[in-house]
């Protein structure tokens, strides 16, 4: 069974910090790209950062030069780092874990945390 479960979000004041956790299970986690998205209420879910098996990483605008992701291999896990988290950085935030072959795809999605910021 593949579990992706996230951990690490709660309340922060704008300014402040966040690091967010992926526990992945169930799947041979060094062959999958891995990434974090997100979702306010009432909008879309969008994409925040990723992660290439070869470690290359990739960012929304809005995360480029205030949000880091880094995952560990052995301990199959991905990570996003946040700093001067801002009111609209608000969200639940969902790890993603992706696998294409060919022309298969297999991807999957974490449960969420919510992220929230607020003074």
């Known amino acids: 069974q593949v579990r992706l479960v996230e951990s690490g979000g709660g309340l922060v004041q704008p300014g402040g910090s966040l690091r967010l956790s992926c526990a992945a299970s169930?799947?041979?986690?060094?062959?999958?790209?891995m990434g974090w998205y997100r979702q306010a209420p009432g909008n879309q879910r969008e994409f925040v950062a990723g992660i290439s098996m070869a470690d290359y990483t990739n960012y929304a605008d809005f995360a480029k030069g205030r949000f880091t992701v880094s995952r560990d291999n052995a301990k199959n896990t991905v990570t996003l780092e946040m700093n001067s988290l801002r009111p609209e950085d608000t969200a639940v935030y969902y790890c993603h874990a992706n696998l294409t072959v060919l022309e298969t795809r297999v991807a999957y999605w974490g449960q969420g945390t919510q992220v929230t910021v607020s003074a």
């Open positions: 169930g799947i041979t986690f060094n062959w999958y790209s």
